[in-house]
């Protein structure tokens, strides 16, 4: 069975910067990265990392966020830089592993203008 332990949300003003973080617990994931759904909107993907370190962004984080990953830690980072009102979501810890997905319970982060 495979838990997420989710940190760094928050609240932070336009501009701003947050730093989000998932410790798996268990085996190494070969996809670990991080989800987001703001109220209204589906659920969307903002970014991944693989094992080997390649990397998938949304469009509209790339340049501002960056994933990184600790595998002897079995953790994920999301750096999350230049935050706008339209960031504000409730982001999902998300890891994949042979034929299963994971979900983590989410962090709210709320970017004020």
């Known amino acids: 069975q495979v838990q997420f332990v989710e940190s760094g949300g928050g609240l932070v003003q336009s501009g701003g910067s947050l730093r989000l973080s998932c410790a798996a617990s268990?085996?190494?994931?070969?996809?670990m990265g991080w989800y987001r759904q703001a109220p209204g909107k589906q659920r969307e993907l903002v970014a991944t990392i693989t094992s080997g370190t390649s990397t998938n962004y949304l469009h509209s984080v790339k340049g501002r966020f960056t994933i990184s990953r600790d595998n002897a830690k079995n953790t994920v980072h999301l750096q999350m830089n230049s935050l706008k009102p339209e960031d504000t979501a409730v982001y999902y810890c998300y890891a994949n592993w042979g034929r299963n997905d994971y979900w983590g319970q989410g962090t709210q982060v709320t970017v004020s203008s």
């Open positions: 268990g085996r190494l994931l070969y996809v």
